[in-house]
């Protein structure tokens, strides 16, 4: 299984819709690890987000990754091998932490 920040994670909400969501790992003394950087705009190539609404909506459900991870690898674990759950479970769980989990 790949390696990564260990959760759970928490979305800091920006102040304004100017500011940038931040994903965190807090970790004692109220220190954090910063996990990822959702911008309020951004402009590459022909990508783009510019909606602060789109943003949250981003950072929430990059936060919940880690406690979707332990839903999907449960709902793998419970269903039928090869079943169509099964199987979707199982392909977005590679999708997410690669094919050797």
Do not use: C, Y
């Not at 920006?14 to 109220?30: F, W």
Request: proline content about 7%.
């Amino acid at each position: 299984m790949s390696k990564h920040t260990p959760g759970p994670w928490a979305k800091h909400n920006p102040s304004n819709p100017t500011q940038t969501a931040l994903i965190v790992r807090e970790l004692p003394n109220h220190k954090r690890t910063v996990v990822a950087v959702i911008p309020d705009h951004l402009q590459f190539g022909n990508a783009s987000v510019t909606d602060w609404l789109e943003m949250e909506s981003n950072a929430r459900l990059v936060a919940a990754a880690p406690e979707m991870l332990v839903a999907l690898q449960a709902i793998a674990d419970m269903t039928v091998e090869g079943g169509a759950i099964n199987q979707l479970a199982r392909a977005a769980i590679i999708k997410a932490v690669g094919s050797g989990n």
